[in-house]
Structure formats: C-alpha cells, structure tokens
C-alpha cells in the first residue's frame, strides 16, 4: 500500500515469503542448516551405532529362498518377465546365459528363452537407443550403434581400433586356434611376438596350454572378451571363406556400380526424330555411306584383279637364256 509520503513515494515494500521478498529465515540460520557445521569434539570417541536393520535369518536357507522365487515366478505375466529380465540385464556387467538369468530370477527357462527373442525385436538396431545382443554365449544390453560419436563424445573416449598387424595375428589365431607363435610368424612372415603380447594385455588372446612335440611350444587361443569386442555369439558366428568372398564380390560389385560410366540418356530423341529435316540429313548420309561402299567395292576388286597378274606372272617359267640349251659344258 502507498502512502505518498517520503522520498520512497509510490514503491512498495513485498511482505515476507512473497516473490521478491525477504525470506522467513536469515542468511545466517540458513547457513546454519545447510553449511558445514561446526566440529563437535564430544563425538570423536564415541562408535557409530547401527542403522541398518538386520535380517531374520543370520544364514539364510539359499536352496529354499530359490525355490519361494521358483513358485512366485510361476505366476508372472509375460511382459512382467520381460521388465524382470530387462532389470536383471541392465545392471549386469558382463553377457549373462540363460542359465544364469534362472538362477537370479527363478524364471522358467522356456519362458526366458522366449522374453528374450521379443525383446531383441524391441530393442535393436535403429530402432531402440539401447540394443539386446547375443555375444559370448549370453545376452548383453548396449547402446546402438549408430549413436556411438554421442556416446564417445559424452563419455569422452576415443574409439577402440586395432591396426593392421593386429587385426591380421588375430584373425589367424581366431580361424587356426590353436596355434603356435611360429605358425603365426610362418603365415605373417614376420616376427609376431611385439603384436601378440599386445593382443594378451587386452585379453583378447590367451594360452590354452603347450603342444606335445619337441621344444613344448605354446598355444594361443582367442578369449571371452574377443567375443565381446566384435559381438559374435560363439566362434561358429565368424564368417565362412565362401562368406567372405561373397562379400568381397558384393563389395567389388559395388565399386563397379559406382565407377561405370553414365548411361547414355534418350532427351532429346523424340523431338530430333519430329524434326522435318532431320529425316532429310538421314537420307543423305545414307546415300554417302552407300557411295563410300561402293567405292570400297570398287578398290577391292581392282587389288584382287592386281593380285591375280602378279600371281600369274610368279608361276609362268622363266625363258631361257641364250647358251643354255646347248647343256653344261664339260670338264
């Protein structure tokens, strides 16, 4: 309310807890609740007491709490299957089995089996920001990946690429395991040792034991998380040699595509051919060309008249010379 008096004629003045007013607390009793508080000394010696209630059972019956969640699993619907399973593999790390989704839900694995094909049509590639795949004899959600650069860019990490050497040893380790570093060296043709050291210290290599000849070689063998690394379900997933060339051929058909040349276009033909004169330049080339062929008739036949004397005149005998009808002379 104004009241026009004073040199603070016609503002006024928000009651408290109104929008541009004072609070109903200072500055001062605010820091207090929500600053640091001071030290309390009283409190150094004394123990933290419990706040977390403990269980019923010290040692809880593991074989009879799984069976409860086998018999309260029985009665799940088929999507709350699916929102239990999506849980369970949200917040794994690692690629789990349908085993092991039985034992941490109890589930049928019937029933899992079959969630776990209708999720991986709703969650895939394009599609869903988050994408249900089969790697390493499980299933593992990751995100899509045609939002990788996002992704990258959000958690700030460079892309995980391997370079020629190493895509080589590991190719042939994945398709001859196992083998020895000197079958390795043998194909390559060069020393592998730098390479497959590297390959080990990313877990993507392993030792699968020793061979039983002379000298005891070692055996390499790819691991769990090469499966993990390239998204394959098993070994059996990496493609075929027939597979491969396929794919090269499709490749090298599609470089052709791309570098033939251009297909003639007709623009253009049907107004050419309603032009009165263009029927007239047809003709007339038409005639020149019958002329020049005739022409050429004309040139061939007169080099095969030419042809024919000179053939004739190579095969008559020559005529004698004076003095050599009388025979050779005598000795």
Known sequence: MTTGNGPDDGDETPAPGTPGGPGPFSEEEIAAVTGPGPDDAELDGVEPAAI???????????????????????????????????????????????????????????????????LSGIHREGISGVVLYEVAGGWQFRTDPHSAEYVRRYLRVKPQRLTRAAVETLAIIAYRQPVTRPELEDIRGVDCGAVLKALMDRKLVKILGKREEVGRPILYGTTREFLEFFALKDLSALPTLREF??????????????????????S?????????????????NEAASEAALEELEEAMAAAERTQKVSSSALESPPSPVKGDSEGPKPE
Not at 61 to 86: G, P, Y
Not at 92 to 111: K, M
């Open 52 to 118: 977390e209630e403990d269980s019923d059972d010290s040692v809880p019956d593991l074989q009879s709490s799984f069976e409860k969640l086998v018999s309260k699993s029985r009665n799940l619907s088929a999507d709350r299957i699916r929102t239990v399973l999506e849980s369970v593999l949200f917040v794994a790390e690692r690629p789990l089995s349908v085993d092991e989704l039985y034992q941490a839900t109890g589930i049928h694995r019937d029933a899992i089996t079959q969630a776990l094909d209708q």
């Open 245 to 266: 060339h396929e794919l090269t051929q499709e490749h090298r058909d599609i470089v052709e595509k791309e570098v033939a040349p251009p297909v003639p276009v007709a």
């Open 268 to 284: 253009g033909t049907v107004q050419a051919l309603s032009d009165p004169g263009f029927t007239k330049r047809m003709e007339k």
